[in-house]
């Protein structure tokens, strides 16, 4: 059975994690073995636990106990469970919950990079995305588009941060992702990609050309909001690649670019 807890005291400690510390509080990076991240919302909290990540206690909704989530807690036994009503979590939290509910979960320890990279084909490395719902909008495309692994570099918003999770639709818990730390484009050739800066730059390739198909591995870098990549790094790049603008449009969000990517060059050898 879970322990339902009754909400009478705003400044309870056990309250913390989900109306006083920061994003950046919760991942913890002095002590990354206590680190957490909140879950929101009924599908990404289950896709969450779906994924083994373990639940530490869970705030929501009176009505929500026995209805919407109902079966995520009995998956849940002995998980503390923070209820009122709706308006009184409203005040608490400072935002409206998605759905009525969010969970406090534990993080797992940070993947290596190159055991992640081993048997993928197609992946996606976002350089300074700092904008949480384009890295959650970027993530859901790429599960849903094709693509094996996302790599993240220091840059990148974290993609358990809320927003970024709720906007994935709990797709952070479906496909891979690492964080890079010391390694380079060049070590991830060296683990048999080929590098694919998308940039609007001239003398680029066709983002439909053969030549992409026909590759057994690719690494799509995509570039932070506005800037893009740095021309060091799309030098570094085996090829380079935009996609064609019409109307006087200059770019696109790169989170819609990333969709158009992901679909065109999700395509692999034996696909074509």
């Not at 639940?55 to 106990?65: Q, R």
């Not at 990549?229 to 380079?240: A, M, Q």
Request: with cysteine; hydrophobic share 45%; aromatic share 6%.
């Amino acid at each position: 059975m879970n322990n339902i807890i009754e909400i009478t005291d705003f400044f309870a400690s056990e309250l913390d994690v989900y109306a006083r510390l920061t994003e950046a509080q919760l991942l913890n990076k002095e002590f990354p073995e206590k680190g957490m991240f909140i879950a929101e919302s009924p599908k990404v909290i289950e896709r969450a636990l779906d994924a083994g990540y373990e639940p530490v206690s869970f705030l929501m909704e009176k009505k929500h106990i026995h209805g919407e989530g109902r079966h995520i807690l009995a998956r849940s036994e002995g998980v503390p469970v923070y209820c009122a009503e709706f308006d009184v979590l409203t005040q608490l939290t400072g935002f409206k919950l998605t759905r009525g509910m969010l969970c406090a979960m534990r993080r797992k320890p940070g993947r290596d990079v190159r055991a992640l990279c081993e048997d993928k084909s197609r992946i996606v490395i976002l350089d300074r995305v700092m904008n949480p719902t384009n890295v959650g909008a970027i993530i859901r495309s790429a599960a849903a588009l094709g693509m094996d692994a996302v790599l993240l570099t220091p840059g990148c918003s974290d993609p358990l941060y809320r927003r970024a999770a709720r906007v994935s639709m709990g797709t952070v818990f479906q496909i891979e992702w690492a964080f890079l730390n010391d390694e380079s484009l060049d070590e991830i050739k060296a683990l048999g990609f080929k590098t694919v800066a998308m940039a609007l730059k001239d003398n680029t390739l066709a983002i439909d050309d053969a030549r992409l198909a026909r590759e057994e591995k690719l690494a799509i870098v995509m570039g932070t909001e506005g800037d893009g990549l740095s021309d060091e790094t799309i030098l570094e790049c085996d090829y380079t690649v935009k996609i064609p603008m019409y109307h006087g449009v200059d770019s696109l969000n790169v989170a819609a670019a990333s969709a158009v990517a992901f679909y065109q060059l999700a395509r692999k050898p034996k696909d074509t």
